[in-house]
């Protein structure tokens, strides 16, 4: 690289650097305003070639979130920032569907797993941890006008896919599809869970067009899911979410096992 333009790529780490600081600024001012401190400890740093928005580790006694290049890019950041703190405030506050050990466990108690379907079902056990986060961030991002409701239409209905998987490897493409399955329902969960307006309908929908793809033994598993998550519980303990999570995973393998022979 020339001098020239190696002076400009450092200008703009520093640019980036502090929109992500200030960004980290704001949302951690939100939710103390809204009534969730999340401490001194957390740090937000940029990762300009992660493949998706961001995500939280631990980091000697705080945290470190760590947010894509393309999250700065999209305007989502200070949202973004909300959610992970959410989780930061969850862990924090000892929130059992935060408890990586319950986590673990569920997983655990399924026997051996291929690496795709483990990365399924921790994927399944983090949109529960997620709708428990966002039951802090999306109130904190409505309040501050982050996302207006037309946005968070858009955001959510986004997230639904309308078509399946279709490879040569159908065990495979199982899992993914009852993968598929769950997210929709996540979705549509969070919609009822936060009166987002599914403009159109466009969100229902995609998700009828694919249920109507898949075989039919996977798709009745589908209101399972969409209750589930609609009505995911507030009492929740540590006890009684290793169950509910047993449950969860009980019926994901049912809805993705469809071909075994019984
Ligand atoms: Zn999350």
């Known amino acids: 690289m020339n001098p020239r333009a190696e002076t400009q790529t450092a200008n703009k780490d520093l640019e980036t650097t502090e929109i992500v600081r200030k960004a980290r600024e704001n949302a951690s001012r939100m939710l103390r305003d809204a009534g969730y401190d999340i401490g001194n400890n957390v740090d937000a740093v940029i990762d300009p070639k992660l493949p998706f928005m961001g995500y939280t ?7 470190k979130i760590v947010v894509s290049g393309g999250s700065v890019e999209s305007g989502l ?50 949109d529960i941890q997620d709708l428990y986060a966002d039951d802090i961030s999306f109130q904190v991002i409505r309040k501050n006008k982050i996302m207006n409701d037309s946005q968070a239409t858009d955001f ?97 393998l049912e809805a993705a096992n469809i071909n075994r022979l019984k």
């Open 57 to 63: 580790a631990p980091q000697r006694g705080g945290f």
């Open 77 to 126: 950041l200070e949202g973004l920032l909300v959610h992970e703190m959410s989780h930061v405030y969850r862990i924090r506050t000892q929130h059992p569907s935060h408890n990586g050990t319950i986590l673990q466990e569920a997983v655990g108690n399924l026997g051996k797993m291929r690496p795709y379907q483990e990365k399924i079902l921790f994927d399944l056990l983090n």
């Open 156 to 252: 959510l209905q986004s997230w639904v896919k309308d078509k399946p998987a279709k490879t040569d490897d159908v065990k495979k493409d199982n899992w993914t599809n009852a993968s598929i399955m769950e997210h929709n329902a996540r979705a549509l969960a969070q919609m009822h869970r936060h009166g987002v307006k599914d403009v159109d309908n466009r969100a229902k929908l995609a998700n009828q067009k694919f249920l109507a793809s898949i075989p039919p033994k996977m798709a009745e598993h589908y209101p399972y899911f969409e209750n589930l998550l609609t009505n995911l519980r507030q009492d929740l303990t540590e006890d009684n979410y290793g169950t509910l999570l047993a449950d969860v995973l009980k019926h994901f």
